[in-house]
């Protein structure tokens, strides 16, 4: 193996990891609420916006330009974007589940689809379509291996993600928040039933994916830039991997974005570079039409 | 149809035919009336997707443009010459002539004449719409959602690729369908293909949805399983209205491109304009005939006042009607009034959105 698909080995695997931080909170909405949130691109865009406004020293608080550090800019913006999704969780989805409501799917579907174009062209209105750039984390380009050089951005964002990652999966598994939120997946009127507020489930699977998504913009900041659309293509390649990995599942959806990660840089070498982003799409209607329950997920049973 | 509704029909008939004639001296407000047109068809002919048959897509701005881009590549001369010359040759010279056009205008010699390829661009949307109605069959609520906005993502992406043939993001130069003798294009005459094209669907959705069809549609809105139950072929009725609403968006994007456009970009597929449609349709009102040619007069009016504040501020304000009027009043702003004018027995049906 030659250090240049070694090199797109690497590149796959790092995005496929970026990519998961997006997915994982796409597909734990879903999991819990059944609601795919359109408007998850713009929490990504959001996070990334918050960690410009803190680090960038372009926002004054009291008159004193906020230029804090990055490695303190990140936790704060994952916690602004969670806080905005417990917002949209309490103003905007909560009446698919407490209300009687005419086909509940379709309002969630098109009330999310409102909201992202809501903040993105609030974004464009107020701020502007310039791209701004926050600052880095780690700077410079590191030697991997060879010839191999890697910028430490997406080194940091990538081991980052592994980081989050994990504490999701422990959060989820480990914890009896966690267990309560998969038996509110499984089954929502046993849950209620054996006691747990399920209302409080929707918050926190929300909160969960504001954190993921603000995680995931504000570590590519640096990276891709931060600008009104920029949420668009990742949240497509979010939707991809959920339904890749079986809507809903969570080692699934991990486990389909590496996959995603690599089909995307190996096929832009092997096939065409400019069709990079139409890869996605062949998977997506590919699943859907032959494996429409994913990789990981179970196949739908009716109760 | 009550007096009520037969008095509204012709006075917005004779209001749509008086439009060219009060505004003959300003173009730009005719360009404008068309595209209140062109929206009308478009959010009319998703309404019986989303409001009749409950299948939620988004990928009716895709049939648009493949419907321009298919009409647009034909008589921009995709064919080429060879294929023209070949003709000839064969002996074919009244095909090429059908289809090359006698020298048409300089710059598009070899291209099938407008008038013809705008019906072949709607047929060629209305079968892509029935591949894409075929393979979402399984699909359901969320899935067909993600899956045609794939669908829609996938077409842009192409056009934007393959730019030897599409010119890509530069914009394909196509033909007018309609030119006066000194060259340019009769706005007047274009605003009026526009509106026969509009009354022809609006017309054809009216009987549509009245018959026992449109009784499909509803049932299978309502609770796929059950209509099933009842004898209702889900392929089929799932089909033909994906089918039909891609033929109409096709061929009103064929002819607007060819009557208003003249330069086609990738740039009409972007989510920008599937909002528009839906935004127009919900504020509107949903699953009725009347909402969205209101939302779209509405919506294009609003438009027009808020081009000298910044150019993306309509987009913002859209949104924020579509978020209030799906939190508030779901059956849009016809749903209200049309409660109203129920009351007073002024319109036979009231509209079919329970709200909470």
């Not at chain 1, 309002?107 to 609030?122: C, D, E, H, M, W």
Request: hydrophobic share 55%; proline share 3%; glycine share 12%.
């Amino acid at each position: 193996m030659d250090y240049y698909i070694f090199a797109q080995v690497i590149n796959g695997v790092i995005f496929g990891l970026i990519y998961a931080l997006i997915a994982l909170g796409l597909t734990v909405v879903f999991s819990i609420m059944r609601v795919v949130n359109f408007s998850h691109g713009e929490f990504y865009m959001l996070g990334g916006y918050a960690l410009y406004a803190l680090t960038a020293g372009a926002v004054t608080l009291f008159s004193i330009p906020l230029v804090l550090p990055t490695i303190v800019g990140l936790p704060l913006a994952m916690v602004a974007v969670a806080i905005f999704g417990i917002l949209v969780e309490r103003g905007l989805l909560r009446p698919v589940y407490t209300a009687r409501m005419d086909r509940p799917e379709e309002y969630a579907i098109i009330l999310t689809f409102g909201l992202s174009l809501f903040l993105q062209y609030g974004a464009l209105v107020t701020v502007g379509p310039y791209e701004m750039t926050p600052g880095s984390f780690w700077e410079g380009s590191k030697h991997i291996i060879g010839d191999l050089y890697l910028a430490g951005d997406r080194l940091f964002a990538a081991g980052t993600s592994v980081f989050l990652i994990g504490a999701t999966l422990f959060f989820i598994y480990g914890t009896w928040t966690g267990r309560a939120l998969m038996a509110t997946a499984q089954n929502r009127v046993g849950s209620t039933i054996v006691g747990i507020n399920t209302v409080r489930m929707n918050i926190t699977a929300m909160a969960l994916a504001g954190l993921l998504a603000g995680a995931a913009g504000a570590l590519l900041a640096p990276v891709f830039l931060v600008y009104p659309d920029v949420g668009q293509i990742p949240v497509i390649k979010g939707f991809v991997i959920i339904v890749l990995g079986g809507m809903g599942s969570i080692p699934g959806a991990v486990f389909a974005a590496v996959i995603l990660g690599l089909v995307e840089s190996l096929g832009s070498v092997y096939l065409s570079v400019a069709y990079r982003d139409v890869f996605a799409f062949l998977v997506l209607i590919g699943v859907l039409l032959f494996r429409p329950h994913g990789l990981l997920g179970q196949k739908a049973r009716r109760v | 149809m009550t007096r009520f509704e037969k008095t509204t029909c012709v006075l917005a008939l004779a209001g749509g035919l008086a439009i060219p004639l009060l505004l003959y001296d300003q173009p730009y407000l005719i360009r404008v009336a068309a595209s209140v047109l062109y929206f009308i068809i478009l959010s009319s002919s998703w309404n019986l997707l989303l409001g009749y048959a409950g299948q939620l897509s988004f990928a009716h701005a895709a049939f648009a443009a493949i419907g321009a881009y298919t009409s647009g590549l034909l008589s921009a001369g995709f064919l080429g010459d060879n294929f023209c010359t070949s003709l000839v040759e064969n002996g074919l010279g009244v095909v090429s002539d059908l289809f090359c056009g006698e020298n048409y205008s300089r710059d598009f010699s070899y291209g099938v004449h407008p008038g013809i390829s705008i019906f072949v661009g709607g047929a060629v949307a209305a079968g892509i719409g029935w591949c894409l109605g075929r393979m979402c069959l399984r699909t359901r609520g969320p899935y067909l959602a993600l899956m045609t906005l794939g669908f829609s993502e996938t077409v842009r992406l192409i056009l934007q690729i393959e730019h030897e043939y599409t010119r890509g993001s530069l914009g394909l130069r196509i033909p007018y369908l309609w030119i006066t003798d000194d060259g340019l294009p009769n706005h007047a005459v274009g605003y009026l293909i526009m509106l026969a094209l509009t009354v022809v669907t609006i017309v054809v959705l009216y009987y549509l949805v009245n018959s026992e069809k449109g009784l499909f549609f509803k049932a299978i809105r309502e609770d796929e399983d059950v209509a099933a139950v009842m004898g209702v072929d889900l392929v089929k009725w799932k089909v033909n209205a994906f089918v039909i609403s891609s033929g109409f968006a096709g061929l009103a994007g064929a002819i607007y491109a060819h009557l208003f456009v003249q330069v086609l970009a990738p740039q009409m597929l972007l989510l920008l304009e599937m909002g528009l449609i839906l935004a127009m349709t919900i504020v509107g009102g949903l699953g009725t005939l009347t909402g969205p040619i209101i939302g779209a007069i509405l919506l294009v009016v609003l438009w027009e006042f808020m081009r000298d504040i910044s150019p993306y501020a309509h987009m913002l304000l859209f949104a924020t009607l579509v978020i209030i009027v799906m939190k508030f009043f779901r059956a849009g702003i016809f749903g209200l009034i049309a409660r109203r004018l129920k009351a007073k027995n002024l319109i036979s049906k009231a509209p079919p959105f329970t709200v909470e």
